[in-house]
Nanobody, 128 residues
Framework: QVQLVESGGGLVQTGGSLRLSCAAS????????MGWFRQAPGKEREFVAA????????YYADSVKGRFTIFRDNAKSTVYLQMNSLKPEDTAVYYC?????????????????????WGQGTQVTVSS
């Protein structure tokens, strides 16, 4: 059974940084693209970032480009989201997710329905 366990959320001031972690178990982690999504109260879940199964390509929402970095450590079966220069509008529950297709070779990673396993979510709150 695939399980994704997130950690690293918390309360931070505007301009601060957080690093989110998502540890995976129960599958061949290195064969799958991984993504981060977020959902603010009353809003739809939105794409934040993704990394190809090979680690060779990354993808970001326009709202976080230049501030957030996604990376993975296959030896630890963990994907990370480094968040810098945080803004109040970044406040949301952040979820990691595993892409549904092993060795996916496409270029589109932003659709939540393309992911079949999700973490429990971790709250990120950015105060002004």
């Amino acid at each position: 059974q695939v399980q994704l366990v997130e950690s690293g959320g918390g309360l931070v001031q505007t301009g601060g940084s957080l690093r989110l972690s998502c540890a995976a178990s129960g599958h061949t982690f290195s064969a799958y693209a991984m993504g981060w999504f977020r959902q603010a109260p009353g809003k739809e879940r939105e794409f934040v970032a993704a990394i190809k199964w090979s680690g060779g390509s990354t993808y970001y929402a326009d709202s976080v480009k230049g501030r957030f970095t996604i990376f993975r450590d296959n030896a630890k079966s963990t994907v990370y989201l480094q968040m810098n220069s945080l803004k109040p509008e970044d406040t949301a529950v952040y979820y990691c997710a595993q892409h549904a297709r092993a060795y996916y070779s496409g270029s589109y990673y932003a659709l939540p329905s393309d992911y079949n396993y999700w973490g429990q979510g971790t709250q990120v709150t950015v105060s002004s």
